[in-house]
C-alpha cells in the first residue's frame, strides 16, 4: 500500500512564499516522476510543475521564475517552493508522483489528498 502525505499549505498574502511537501510511503520499488498539480474554484485541474528521476524540471508559464520543484530520492519527497505569490495562485495543490511498487510493475500514478493554498490580503 503507498501513501502520499502532502503538507505546507495555508493562507499568504500576495507577495508571500510558501513551501509544499509531499512524501510518499509504503511499499515503494522506485519512484518516476514526480508532479505538482492544482485545481483553482470553478477551473480544471492543471499541471504547474515536473520533475523526472533525473532531476529535470517543467513548468507551465504562468508559474516560470516563481516556482520551484526539486525532489529528495532518500526521503522519497517532492517540494514546491512557491515565490512571489499572485491570487490566481490560489487553489487546492495535488502532488502525482508515478511510482512502481515491484520491479515486473510499470509505473502507476498516485495521488496526494492535496493542500489548499489562499492567496489574499
Known amino acids: 500500500q503507498v501513501q502520499l502525505v502532502e503538507s505546507g499549505g495555508g493562507l499568504v498574502q500576495p507577495g508571500g512564499s510558501l513551501r509544499l511537501s509531499c512524501a510518499a510511503s509504503?511499499?515503494?520499488?522506485?519512484?518516476?516522476?514526480m508532479n505538482w498539480y492544482r485545481q483553482a474554484p470553478g477551473k480544471q485541474r492543471e499541471l504547474v510543475a515536473a520533475?523526472?528521476?533525473?532531476?529535470?524540471?517543467h513548468y507551465v508559464d504562468a508559474v516560470k521564475g516563481r516556482f520551484t520543484i526539486s525532489r529528495d530520492n532518500a526521503k522519497n519527497t517532492v517540494y514546491l517552493q512557491l515565490n512571489s505569490l499572485k491570487p490566481e495562485d490560489t487553489a487546492v495543490y495535488y502532488c502525482?508522483?508515478?511510482?512502481?511498487?515491484?520491479?515486473?510493475?510499470?509505473?502507476?500514478?498516485?495521488w496526494g489528498q492535496g493542500t489548499r493554498v489562499t492567496v489574499s490580503s
Open positions: 502525482n508522483v508515478h511510482l512502481s511498487i515491484s520491479p515486473v510493475q510499470a509505473p502507476y500514478p498516485y
Open positions: 509504503g511499499n515503494i520499488f522506485k519512484i518516476y516522476a
Open positions: 520533475i523526472d528521476s533525473s532531476g529535470s524540471t
